[in-house]
């Protein structure tokens, strides 16, 4: 005979069956004894055969809201994820983090210690359940979520998670977060939401404003020397096509700088590298193209009196504490829209517009024929960065996905795909590369999806939970590290604050060294993957053929540990 509670929902039913009704494939966990009531929804649906959301399970909470985030830039759709309470919450905020600062929605939830000592199902049944409450869990998070609320009764379960994922997909998007009190989970509740479409739509910008457009145009047409500066236009991937036409249309170079997606491909004509800086001291109009920071003022920055124009979905970074850079004309719409309407007002003087692009395209190619002069094994047979990229390039092939903590350098790589480059948030919260890439195969499966990183990101990565996850999901993808057994970032601080200080002048950089290195391949190999350590310069190609010939021939995991300087 069926037991009447196993048929009476609850809301953790709820609260599975509302993720998908609002497009929520996975569910990114890392559980905890506050998932009860989740774990038995799961089975439950399993044993009906009701459609439910793909559960991921994830050794670190880190890795679980990395890989979401994968998952969300490659797809466009907003994941969830699921942590242990205050402590899952608190490994989980570097990556939470990295959502918030670069926009990518994730509904993210946490276990709340039970409320009740006695009393109610889910009520406190174990020691911690007392330590582990806090007066407020939510603040821990609430610098980096755009909205955050604790769930206080069953019956709110659809309607909350319903405006959580509206909330979350509203321009400009980001990470929302939900407490779920254990014995409000196991509590039952009238199941007629949990098939219904959903209750709240997201909020779109619209189309940009005319006036604004208007003034814009007005700049760019009187401007003798234009310039475009972007970092995450390409988030949307029809931007990048109409980028490459406006580019071209009007004669206006492009620089991605310290860029997050592939904006521009780099072969374009007016693609003018990554280096906003020896292009400040000309440009007589500037526009900001999602870019938080589009250059660094002490280093350079436009001449006094050049008109800025900031566009995006939310082109002044309101969530920012101090950002300085000046905006003559804003435009808060979607950087396509944008560029179409501007395309549309622009006016063109074929002669000034004639010579400007001749003179570009001449600087592009010098850009790019000093780049490649570059790409060589440094003397004495160094393998320097530049090196292993290009060589990673090579063997990855046009049409692999790089996801980019920071090693790679970009001049070395030919990207020219939509969606083909992913750089690490602005937020550097280390640790993200791995994981995202292994979302970022999660969301295209049949992709070459390569993890280029840092020795130091990948120590940040938890390794050992990334690489169970990819044998025990069938996610290969290949990781390479470069190498350099430091962390570089703390020694060129440290260099261009005391160029002449102890530091530089014994070239000893305390706080900075990771040596000696581990054998970093053997993590992979540890998960049934394949590893190789490499310090020759003319062995890399090979060894690099061969790990990717190990991913995509054989559905293994891969990891080149390569030695760089």
Same mark, same amino acid.
């Given at each position: 005979?069926?037991?009447?509670?196993?048929?009476?929902?609850?809301?953790?039913?709820?609260?599975?069956?509302?993720?998908?009704?609002?497009?929520?494939?996975?569910?990114?966990?890392?559980?905890?004894?506050?998932? /009860?009531?989740?774990?038995?929804? %799961? @089975?439950? $649906? &399993?044993? !009906?055969? *009701?459609?439910? #959301?793909?559960?991921?399970?994830?050794?670190?909470?880190?890795?679980?809201?990395?890989?979401?985030?994968?998952?969300?830039?490659?797809?466009?759709?907003?994941?969830?994820?699921?942590?242990?309470?205050?402590?899952?919450?608190?490994?989980?905020?570097?990556?939470?983090?990295?959502?918030?600062?670069?926009?990518?929605?994730?509904?993210?939830?946490?276990?709340?210690?039970?409320?009740?000592?006695?009393?109610?199902?889910?009520?406190?049944?174990?020691?911690?359940?007392?330590?582990?409450?806090?007066?407020?869990?939510?603040?821990?998070?609430?610098?980096?979520?755009?909205?955050?609320?604790?769930?206080?009764?069953?019956?709110?379960?659809? /309607?909350?998670?319903?405006?959580? %994922? @509206?909330? $979350? &997909?509203? !321009?400009? *998007?980001?990470? #929302?977060?939900?407490?779920?009190?254990?014995?409000?989970?196991?509590?039952?509740?009238?199941?007629?939401?949990?098939?219904?479409?959903?209750?709240?739509?997201?909020?779109?910008?619209?189309?940009?404003?005319?006036?604004?457009?208007?003034?814009?145009?007005?700049?760019?047409?009187?401007?003798?020397?234009?310039?475009?500066?972007?970092?995450?236009?390409?988030?949307?991937?029809?931007?990048?096509?109409?980028?490459?036409?406006?580019?071209?249309?009007?004669?206006?170079?492009?620089?991605?700088?310290?860029?997050?997606?592939?904006?521009?491909?780099?072969?374009?004509?007016?693609?003018?590298?990554?280096?906003?800086?020896?292009?400040?001291?000309?440009?007589?109009?500037?526009?900001?193209?999602?870019?938080?920071?589009?250059?660094?003022?002490?280093?350079?920055?436009?001449?006094?009196?050049?008109?800025?124009?900031?566009?995006?979905?939310?082109?002044?970074?309101?969530?920012?504490?101090?950002?300085?850079?000046?905006?003559?004309?804003?435009?808060?719409?979607?950087?396509?829209?944008?560029?179409?309407?501007?395309?549309?007002?622009?006016?063109?003087?074929?002669?000034?517009?004639?010579?400007?692009?001749?003179?570009?395209?001449?600087?592009?190619?010098?850009?790019?024929?000093?780049?490649?002069?570059?790409?060589?094994?440094?003397?004495?047979?160094?393998?320097?960065?530049?090196?292993?990229?290009?060589?990673?390039?090579?063997?990855?092939?046009?049409?692999?996905?790089?996801?980019?903590?920071?090693?790679?350098?970009?001049?070395?790589?030919?990207?020219?795909?939509?969606?083909?480059?992913?750089?690490?948030?602005?937020?550097?919260?280390?640790?993200?590369?791995?994981?995202?890439?292994?979302?970022?195969?999660?969301?295209?499966?049949?992709?070459?999806?390569?993890?280029?990183?840092?020795?130091?990101?990948?120590?940040?990565?938890?390794?050992?939970?990334?690489?169970?996850?990819?044998?025990?999901?069938?996610?290969?993808?290949?990781?390479?590290?470069?190498?350099?057994?430091?962390?570089?970032?703390?020694?060129?601080?440290?260099?261009?604050?005391?160029?002449?200080?102890?530091?530089?002048?014994?070239?000893?950089?305390?706080?900075?060294?990771?040596?000696?290195?581990?054998?970093?391949?053997?993590?992979?190999?540890?998960?049934?993957?394949?590893?190789?350590?490499?310090?020759?310069?003319?062995?890399?190609?090979?060894?690099?053929?061969?790990?990717?010939?190990?991913?995509?021939?054989?559905?293994?995991?891969?990891?080149?540990?390569?030695?760089?300087?």
């Amino acid at each position: 005979m069926t037991d009447h509670r196993d048929t009476q929902p609850i809301a953790a039913d709820v609260l599975l069956a509302r993720l998908r009704a609002n497009d929520v494939r996975y569910f990114f966990a890392n559980a905890g004894t506050d998932f /009860a009531p989740i774990v038995e929804s %799961l @089975a439950r $649906a &399993k044993q !009906a055969g *009701r459609k439910t #959301v793909e559960p991921i399970i994830c050794g670190h909470e880190n890795a679980a809201v990395s890989m979401a985030h994968g998952v969300t830039m490659v797809s466009g759709e907003p994941q969830a994820v699921m942590v242990h309470v205050n402590v899952g919450t608190a490994n989980a905020l570097c990556g939470l983090m990295n959502a918030e600062r670069e926009q990518i929605p994730i509904l993210f939830m946490a276990g709340r210690t039970p409320i009740v000592e006695e009393g109610l199902p889910g009520n406190r049944t174990l020691n911690i359940h007392w330590a582990q409450e806090m007066f407020d869990q939510n603040g821990i998070v609430r610098q980096s979520v755009k909205w955050d609320y604790e769930l206080r009764h069953g019956s709110q379960t659809g /309607a909350i998670v319903d405006r959580a %994922l @509206a909330i $979350a &997909k509203s !321009a400009p *998007r980001g990470p #929302v977060y939900l407490a779920l009190p254990r014995e409000i989970l196991a509590s039952t509740v009238d199941g007629s939401t949990m098939v219904e479409p959903p209750s709240m739509a997201p909020s779109d910008l619209g189309a940009p404003n005319p006036a604004a457009v208007d003034a814009a145009a007005a700049i760019l047409s009187r401007a003798e020397n234009p310039l475009i500066i972007t970092a995450s236009a390409g988030r949307d991937p029809s931007a990048v096509d109409a980028l490459a036409h406006f580019a071209d249309r009007h004669a206006i170079p492009v620089v991605e700088f310290r860029p997050r997606y592939l904006n521009l491909p780099a072969t374009h004509p007016m693609h003018w590298g990554y280096e906003a800086a020896p292009h400040m001291e000309e440009a007589d109009a500037v526009l900001v193209l999602d870019c938080d920071v589009p250059w660094i003022p002490a280093l350079a920055a436009p001449k006094p009196g050049t008109p800025i124009i900031q566009v995006g979905a939310d082109p002044l970074f309101a969530r920012y504490p101090l950002r300085g850079f000046g905006s003559t004309v804003t435009i808060a719409a979607e950087v396509a829209a944008v560029l179409e309407a501007l395309s549309a007002q622009i006016t063109t003087r074929d002669a000034a517009t004639g010579n400007r692009r001749k003179r570009i395209a001449e600087a592009h190619d010098e850009f790019r024929a000093g780049a490649q002069s570059a790409l060589r094994p440094a003397a004495g047979g160094v393998m320097t960065f530049g090196w292993a990229t290009r060589c990673l390039a090579d063997a990855a092939g046009s049409t692999a996905t790089f996801v980019n903590e920071y090693p790679l350098v970009r001049s070395a790589i030919d990207i020219d795909r939509p969606g083909g480059f992913f750089g690490s948030s602005p937020a550097g919260g280390l640790g993200w590369g791995l994981p995202a890439a292994l979302g970022a195969k999660l969301a295209d499966p049949d992709r070459l999806v390569v993890a280029a990183l840092g020795d130091g990101s990948y120590i940040f990565a938890n390794p050992a939970a990334c690489h169970q996850i990819s044998a025990n999901y069938g996610l290969p993808v290949l990781t390479v590290i470069f190498n350099n057994e430091a962390w570089m970032a703390v020694e060129r601080a440290t260099r261009g604050m005391y160029p002449d200080g102890a530091a530089a002048r014994e070239n000893q950089f305390p706080l900075s060294r990771l040596a000696p290195s581990p054998a970093f391949e053997k993590f992979c190999e540890a998960c049934g993957g394949w590893g190789a350590r490499v310090d020759d310069p003319d062995a890399l190609p090979g060894v690099l053929e061969k790990a990717v010939d190990v991913v995509q021939g054989e559905g293994r995991q891969a990891l080149v540990n390569v030695c760089c300087r």
